[in-house]
């Protein structure tokens, strides 16, 4: 049986880039995990030099994945990588995924997974053919309350679900900062980077994914109200979806990048016949229950009464009063993928708590979520299909 | 110059009733207002005992709304009602109201104004043309905070209006109480007492007035999704509307009396260029100020900071650190509405501050929006337009 | 029985005055008290004054308490007031209330009650004496989650109790206010019309109450460290107190009026064996109540739930979400005595609830905590006896 | 220039402890540190298994840290450990640090620093001595709105400071746990173990710690009253303090570890002449800013504006609105730490950011304030001095 750190590679992720020093972080976190190799940016010499201020091996520090690519899957399965981490933009997810599933590298992968509905379904079918496996990054669902709201429903402690509303506001793009420098800002409202939504890409699909994670409901159909609020920009940086979801639960979904002083104010409120869920990722260790008949509880993470579920324990580190935040829930999202990957690699079943890290089916659901909002957008009806 | 306390009489409120007596406790407050005379209920008996536990004057406890009418009108100048305040159920605010104004007497009137819209414009043409005056208690606009929103928007502190979600959960009909002896959820939930609509007339109105109350930016076009979510009843429990507003503003409103372990919970957040507020009923003494790159502020009632507009403080009775509630608020437009009042009956023109009360417009309004939001959820086209 | 509001006169509070309008809010809000006579100003021009704008009887708008008193009792019984409200700055209430017993009036009266310990236990013979009750307002134990706290603290929901901590800081004295026109602070910060202690008097009083009432133990031992921040001043403006209380309760008082920013930040949390309660006056209709191995859980006031003791829900005016707040809580110690002296002139039992407002008692051991904090404070030991 | 990750030795930590698991995820995650070598239980079995779990090579897991210091100083330069990590229970600190700085390596410790004030100071006079360096993990100073708030204090934003009050409730002492299994408990409730404090030493510590960092001003007296709550239990669970300190600042700690219900709820205010600061670690990402006469601020970790300090958005890792918590807090003072060290390594002088972490004077004052608090606690006198 194998037991020693599992070996990940980076396509992007430079030090000119956001999300890669991330994803480094969270991998890091629990000494699971060993960074060995990179291609961590297009331009060959920021690569090179992110490779040496990240201590990485300059023997693996390669100019591009194609390079990553056919180096690693030559060296001994002893120091083989076990998996690579893609962090590029949208635009850039789909063939180097493709080609790492190609050269038999298990993949992790962010959110949105591709640039169309149509990769993803190829992606799924790839994965499908190799049996590797695929991780999407989406953090959110790595935070332990949400779990245990997850839990809270799937017992029917919420009785039968009536409404979601989830929000996600941020102003990072009330002015047209793409113009004014921000490399960030500026893929994520090109449409020849992002896709074919703003927003709705990049926070919309996270708070559609939140909703159906928490609920275990699908959208059927939506309802969609995008707006491109900056004079000058080619994406909607704002929208109002209304919801229905399976079994006659109905929501709304508010998303907007320019709600000016904003800063990432995920939160989602579930309500069934007997009582509601509230989580807000500004305060992601509270779990605010609230009954019909009875005073409201906070559920706290890390605490050790017997309300939580093992989803929720297991994705803490510390005790109840030590907040863990952001980069722990990413970090979860990669224990959880490494103990799977670990358990897959020694043919053992993983645990269900192992298996909890979102998949390739998630992120398709992400891209017809993007498609779906679209077309309602532009649609004079009211109800347009969730379709994929 | 007249310089006394004003008389009010009271139509409906009486023991069995729950509203009347928030009226009573709101204009009894200041000590501007004398309850003076009352037909409290449809019942006599009721309407008796009522007088004598409030200790009305006998002579003045009437047994229905005619005969207190017919019997004040004849009552010297001296001694007359000032205005008279109607607190019955939706389905009789109009004939009382009318009958009111021709009898000669100022009214105070619960929301919705009126059954329908058409009433509602009759009632309009009726003090057109009666010169008497009319106060619709939507209550939440009396809370000095959302006052100062208003003022902050008005002066173009937060730039040009982008966003509106207002939202406004109660859980109080989670159940099909209606059918277990809750007089309130009895008359709320039967459309030959409330009207074409539930939740969004009992509710909605209320969120739909706070929108526009705040941004001085009127609805124009609506996409209503209404249900039912509890099984028997007749009128919406639960809905989701966007909004089209003036100016390019986008919005969103959310009402529901089946969330669950919800109070009270109204909730209204505007973004513009510059920054956002947000004010919640709950904790209604802060206005929350959000600016675009710096720190958000915190705006308290009562404060004697040079941030506060003439509206906010002068409807504040404590400093800063006395939480005022709920029925300040509606002892605000009480207050205002009498000194209104006042000033008219001595030929004076009011202040800008003591005109700040809901008024026919407003009700007019408020039925069109129930008119809009049904015919919007029955519709299948997206938009709705808002019609009066 | 008699059946009528009853008649309140009024010793202080004309117009330059800032605590005599919130009684007069207090004692109006319910209907169930009548404000008919008034000694408002010791300047007779401001007496007669407010008395008109506050539409008084002229012939009971008197000069002075003692021409009050004189006209008063001799009005026949059916107008004759029925107690007198003494909302004179702490040096000149216990001539008033002297007087007032001596004329036959039962008498509510600011805190702290007199300007000495003394003048306190005077005041409680004559009480005796005379057979006459006396309301004390303090206010703050007039909220109904207080009053919940002290239910089931009562009720040993917390066990045995371990620890009491109640702060109280304020920031409007932090510069030498009273030397810039500042009335409230001129006469609060003399030791002439103020008394022995400053802040300590002032607030520290209200937190000490606040702890014993919720309790139901009492502070047997203090160890005091005043300041005097602000330069200039003669009184402490700030404090930090330990305290030892019966059955081995331990605790710590800090109360402040130079907390720069702080508006009125009364909070108190009492710990048990089982589990500790937190209520705080800036959201008072909240109490948190904290367990051992169990969810925190959020008592709202106004809620149907269970849980409620009565003694915080006939504290109520209003349904869950709709928040009472300081003038309320004021009103429930009129509301209380009212019905209290009602029942006492009807010669009745009046109910516990009814008989839930602070008395002589009270005003003797705030008495009593001034003198023992003072002079602990100027003792090098580590505790003085609280003494009566 | 040596340019590599710092290699880490731990003496503690085996999969038996509590914080040598918080001290490697700590010290894993910015990917500056790599886990080297360790001696990770004083049970040589467990040593070696632990060393297997955590990836450790197994010629550099030893039985225990005599033996690995005598192995690791033979080892070349080139593989050598650059410090060592000494995470053991309070009595164990002293003898292991002074063998690694015999042994010529740097040391990080957890705090209380030694057992004794003697020890901590012959410790100083060794590294004085030896010219390496101790870093010591009070970890609530590696918050960066911590180092905001220490950062406006001394700019002078809040003026002359005149009050500081620091508290820290945790519950999880409640029961005679230390009898029940719970290892934690067992050896922080016994002196032989702990030293002459319990909570005074364990959570006090942080407390006075925080309140010093923050303020840059020293306690120079202080009253203490400590309670043994839980019947049976040999050391303080429960304390209130009163303070002197610098300039006549004013202060109150209060701490406990029997407050039934609460986590870990260290929170600390600071008033001056112009405003006040308020840190809570609960919600570690806000510091709320409160003014004399302007509204309330709270400022943000990670943003973005121009109010926050070097040292505050230094020890960021994500922008704002994506939570950080006590495991970065904690990663900050290793990340500081292995940036200073890589300078001294590298003969250069480290900036004034990477300076910033608690050293040995950080430790004498943490002993010397379990010596003056326990000697306040036994004396009679109001006031003991702060020696060390």
């Given amino acids: 049986m194998i037991h020693r750190k599992l070996r990940m590679g980076m396509i992007g992720g430079g030090h000119d880039a956001f999300i890669g020093a991330i994803h480094r972080i969270a991998a890091n976190m629990d000494g699971l995990i060993e960074f060995t190799a990179g291609a961590l940016s297009i331009n060959p010499e920021i690569a090179k030099a992110s490779g040496v201020s990240l201590f990485l091996d300059p023997e693996r520090t390669y100019s591009n994945y194609q390079e990553m690519l056919e180096k690693e899957r030559s060296i001994s399965v002893e120091k083989r990588l076990d998996f690579i981490s893609i962090v590029t933009p949208n635009f850039a997810h789909f063939a180097p995924a493709m080609a790492c599933l190609d050269a038999g590298f298990n993949i992790v992968i962010e959110k949105p997974i591709t640039f169309s509905l149509q990769e993803a379904l ?3 079918a790839k994965l499908d053919e190799t049996g590797l496996s695929l991780c999407l990054t989406h953090t959110y669902s790595g935070y332990p309350m949400v779990k245990q709201a997850r839990a809270m429903i799937a017992k029917g402690q919420l009785g039968k679900l009536r409404k979601v509303w989830v929000e996600y506001p941020q102003g990072w793009l009330s002015k047209l900062s793409e113009r004014e420098g921000n490399a960030q800002a500026a893929w994520r409202t090109d449409p020849t980077k992002s896709g074919k939504a703003g927003s ?32 000058g920009r080619m994406l909607d940086d704002d929208g109002n979806v209304l919801l229905k979801m399976e079994h006659g639960v109905k929501g709304a979904l508010l998303a907007s990048q320019v709600a000016a002083g904003e800063e990432n104010s995920l939160k989602i409120r579930v309500y069934g016949e007997l009582g509601g869920i509230e989580w807000s990722q500004l305060e992601p260790n509270s779990l605010i229950v609230k009954w019909l008949d009875n005073p409201t509880q906070i559920l706290r993470a890390g605490s050790n009464y017997s309300h939580l579920s093992s989803f929720a324990t297991m994705n803490c580190r510390t005790p109840g009063g030590h907040p863990e935040g952001y980069l722990e829930a990413f970090a979860n999202i990669y224990r959880n993928y490494a103990k799977y990957l670990l358990a897959k690699i020694n043919h053992q079943e993983p645990t269900l708590e192992n298996q909890d890290f979102p998949s390739i089916e998630d992120g398709i659901r992400g891209m017809a979520f993007i498609d779906s909002v679209v077309e309602s957008n532009l649609s004079k009806d009211k109800w347009t299909p969730f379709k994929i």
Same sequence: chains 1, 2, 3, 4.
Avoid: R, W
Wanted: aromatic share 2%; with cysteine; charged share 15%.
């Fill in 200 to 231: 709705m890409g990049d926070i919309g699909t996270h708070a559609a994914h939140l909703a159906e994670y928490i609920t275990q409901h699908k959208i059927t159909h939506l309802c969609a109200d995008l707006s491109i609020m900056v004079e």
């Fill in 122 to 124: 190829q992606l799924k």
